[in-house]
């Protein structure tokens, strides 16, 4: 079993739709979590990260942790053709020194 | 957010010569950066922690005599891809925690070729 799932897609969605995006893990020393994006020939960029169960929310997006499950969220509100890009989970194991797992990424395409 | 730089941003050589590919942080000190590679399609895997002052560690399967790391500085990394072979081709990024190993802000990524 692979330690992080995550639906490749393509995932496309008409502008203004809210985005569901998933990832789930297998790895219960993952403690930290985090959303890039990361866009056509780009170095990733760091959205959102949080450590606990639960919803945090920065503007149009919000990720959501349920450790119990295993199971990390991205949700985009009011998606906009800009937000077109690859959508990459992360986790760390928390050591302070540990480089990050990746998720392989979700294309995301918003219809203008 | 934090700003990571990498130079350069692609590169075409000849299989069997060396590439160097540069990583600095440019407003914050980073002791240890991070060496990812990705190949087209394909997520981010770590490649090396590269340590200030000290050896880089390498994760499992990565040579680490192809792949040659030097932290030269508390802003600046190094990754030299010796006798480059054409399946060595891939997208090479660099990554650097500003706070804390989960705040980790990524370099723009160099794009080599190997002919």
């Known amino acids: 079993q692979k330690e992080v799932e995550q639906d490749p897609g393509p995932l496309s969605v008409p502008e203004g739709a809210i985005v569901s995006l998933n990832c789930t893990y297998s790895?219960?020393?993952?403690?930290?979590f985090m959303w890039y994006r990361q866009y056509s020939r780009k170095g990733p960029e760091l959205l959102m990260y949080?450590?606990?169960?639960g919803n945090k929310e920065d503007g149009r997006f919000t990720a959501q942790v349920d450790k119990s499950s295993k199971y990390i969220s991205l949700f985009i509100r009011d998606s906009q053709p800009s937000d077109s890009a690859t959508y990459l989970c992360?986790?760390?194991?928390?050591?302070?020194?540990?480089?990050?797992?990746f998720g392989k990424g979700t294309h995301l395409i918003i219809q203008p | 957010g934090a700003v990571v730089s990498q130079h350069p941003s692609w590169v075409i050589c000849k299989s069997g010569t060396s590439v160097k590919i540069e990583c600095r942080s440019l407003?914050?000190?980073?002791?240890?950066m991070f060496w990812y590679r990705q190949f087209p399609k394909q997520s981010l895997m770590l490649m090396a922690t590269?340590?200030?002052?000290?050896?880089?560690?390498?994760e499992q399967g990565v040579e680490k005599d192809k792949f040659l790391i030097n932290h030269a500085s508390l802003t600046l990394s190094t990754l030299t891809v010796t006798s480059a072979h054409p399946e060595d081709s891939s997208f090479y990024i660099c990554?650097?925690?500003?706070?804390?190993?989960?705040?980790?802000?990524f370099g723009p990524g160099t794009r080599l070729l190997v002919l």
């Open positions: 949080t450590y606990s169960s």
């Open positions: 590269s340590n200030e002052g000290s050896k880089a560690t390498y």
């Open positions: 407003d914050f000190q980073a002791t240890t």
């Open positions: 992360a986790y760390l194991s928390g050591g302070g020194a540990d480089g990050l797992t």
């Open positions: 790895n219960s020393a993952f403690q930290y």
């Open positions: 990554s650097a925690p500003q706070r804390g190993a989960e705040t980790q802000y």
